[in-house]
């Protein structure tokens, strides 16, 4: 065995960047499986270490801890270059780097609490260390770490404020108000909101993008309405488990739904190796085969081979710039699903939609992860445009009732509900999960019920 160890290092110096070679030899397995518990080894040390830094008499516990958090993040960051390359490693020296400065600004203010502040800051390294590989992890890590980890790393930049008072030798009252916010963030990222959702599909022309208003009283018609569930930004990783997203599915399948739409990014890093988990998640859905559609998010085409396995699996029809006509008890739907594309959208929508024209009496049904790109779509190419990608801005004031979002701040594209832009519709889902930012604060999940309603119906 010791032989076998050492040829592999030796294979993996001539490898480009230092990584173990990919195929799944005795060698290959043994040496990543000794590198990942090296590192793994290391943080725990490094989480011990933080945490019992007040035992230690002959130091300062701020000193130590500045120290430590230091090492931490070189041992992160090198990690990170060595086992997904550099792009990772830049994210994470950025993301770990703010998150070092400001929590270590803010060490010396926070009294008998400093043990528990110090585990959580072990947890932070040893979270983004372990995500360095795929791997969807048990409840009691998520529980112990991720969670934790995610709910520390969103409290440390809320309280970004009181660090840059402390740098200026101020006393930074009121600590705890990022720290309180960040629990209710903790309990909004782990429920959703379950509603259902009347939209009037009305094609009355509206100057330019706005927010669209919703019927105030609901809304009743000639006909049956159409009933969509809409499961967007799963996103299966440390708030979303398999369990969960299973749950979801199940509840859809319960409300008995004339189509069920998934408006991608399934994934996150922790749920990347493999189709399984996805594909077990979705399972329920197998019984509405030929009612469920789905397109492709921005994150599914980091691993587009494993989610659409998943689908197929979960008896979802994938459409990748494609369509199809369904028949429905709510009369004909023709299902568009546009890929995601960073460049060139209109050019590429407009080839979509010339290559599938309109069906003459359906309802047509685009499903466009990014609401950004609708803006892009050609004029009366969709009745009805279904989205998610924002999270319905994560950050807000719609649980107050508002609907003011942090995304507003940074970019002009809607970022959740109804909206129009001449006679389309666009709805913007919240998301069913979420990703990116830590946690969700002021911005609830949704698990709803569109009842989707005609305005020649008698609406």
Known sequence: MPQRRRAARAHARHTPGGLPPVAPGADALDAGHSASVQAEQTAVVLCAWIAWSRRLK???????????SALAWLVVVAAARRRRGGLYARFVGVLLGIHTLISCALFRHVGPLAPGFAYLQGAVYLHFLLLSRPRMRPLAYRALVSIPASYFVAAIFLSFPWAIASGLGATPYGLWVPF????????????????????????????????????RDGASGARRPLRIVQITDPHLGPFMSVARLRGICERAVERDPDLVVLTGDYLTMESQDTADHLAEA???????????????????????????????????????????LVETAAGPVQVLGMDFHYRDRAERMAAVCARHPRRKGALRLVLLHDPGA????????????????????????????GSWTALQLFVKMPDHGL???????????????????????????????LKVHLAGDGV
């Open 180 to 215: 309180a916010l960040a629990v209710v963030g903790i309990l909004q990222s782990l429920t959703a909101r379950r509603e259902e959702i009347e939209l009037v599909v009305d094609r009355a022309p509206v100057d330019g993008l706005r927010r669209h208003p919703l019927p």
């Open 374 to 401: 609708f803006r892009h779509l050609g004029e009366g190419e969709g009745d009805l445009v279904l989205s998610g990608h924002t999270h319905g801005g994560q950050l807000g004031l719609v649980s107050l009732g």
């Open 58 to 68: 002959f130091v300062s516990p701020i000193v130590l801890f500045w120290a430590a």
């Open 419 to 449: 909206w129009a832009r001449g006679p389309d519709r666009l709805y913007v889902h919240r998301g069913t999960g979420h990703y990116g930012f830590p946690l969700r604060l002021g911005v609830p999940a949704e698990e709803s019920v």
């Open 282 to 324: 979705l399972s329920p859905l197998r019984v509405l085969e030929g009612r469920v559609f789905a397109c492709h998010g921005n994150h599914d085409h980091e691993s587009p081979r494993h989610v659409a396995t998943a689908l197929e699996r979960a008896g979802a029809r994938l459409l990748v710039d494609d369509a199809a």
